[in-house]
């Protein structure tokens, strides 16, 4: 376990799912590298799918939604797992960033030192660059199953759909510079390159359901003035 302080607050890298918000946010303000914009993006992409649970949790069961039961249940159950996953995430987006800045401590005063701190950098580089394609990844799932909770979901909550939606889209678009500042630093290759695709492949999707998802919520509340 790796401890660190901000003030007087005494944060691990393992209790970004538990600690109050204000402490995060006082962790995440204080001169200490970790946490970081990604976790930061991990944890955006949680609040994203925390006000799609609530919209889910507000239409599933109730008499009056119950014909959208059957397709909404299981979005709800996949949206649960996801929101919990991208806590994990932030977890594991610290740990990653500490191993780099561990990599880069390592010294470099010879030849052969050289080359196996540029190995273990290289190593934590990937992991570096993978957990936030994951964070990305995680949320175009989200998104991909939001269209039917803006179409089917309790109207009068559409717009947490919307800025679930937005901090979703956020948080990809986050993880998207997290994965290349950490590509730029690795010894190119084909594992950079399919990175570097896949999460290029994760914008773009996510951007289209998010167009659609927004424009399905604005028609539906531009019906019901």
Excluded at 197 to 214: H, Q, Y
């Amino acid at each position: 376990m790796i401890a660190r302080s901000a003030g007087s607050l005494s944060l691990s890298l393992n209790s970004f799912q538990s600690i109050p918000t204000a402490a995060f946010l006082d962790a995440l303000a204080s001169r200490e590298p970790v946490p970081g914009g990604g976790t930061a993006a991990a944890v955006t992409g949680s609040h994203g799918t925390a006000l799609l649970c609530m919209v889910l949790n507000l239409t599933v069961g109730r008499r009056r939604f119950q014909r959208h039961d059957g397709i909404l249940r299981p979005i709800q159950q996949r949206l649960e797992t996801s929101r919990l996953e991208l806590l994990n995430l932030a977890d594991q987006d610290a740990a990653a960033y500490a191993e780099v800045d561990r990599c880069l401590k390592l010294s470099a005063h010879d030849p052969s030192a050289r080359t196996v701190r540029r190995a273990e950098l290289d190593r934590a580089l990937h992991t570096a660059a993978t957990v936030p394609l994951q964070v990305a990844d995680t949320c175009r799932g989200v998104l991909g199953d939001t269209w039917e909770v803006a179409n089917r979901g309790n109207r009068t909550v559409l717009s947490d759909v919307m800025v679930g939606t937005h901090l979703l889209l956020a948080a990809v678009h986050s993880s998207n510079v997290n994965v290349h500042v950490n590509l730029c630093m690795a010894t190119p290759g084909a594992k950079q390159q399919a990175l570097a695709a896949d999460i290029t492949a994760c914008i773009k999707d996510a951007v289209r359901f998010s167009s659609r998802i927004l424009d399905r919520c604005t028609e539906r509340m531009d019906q019901s003035r």
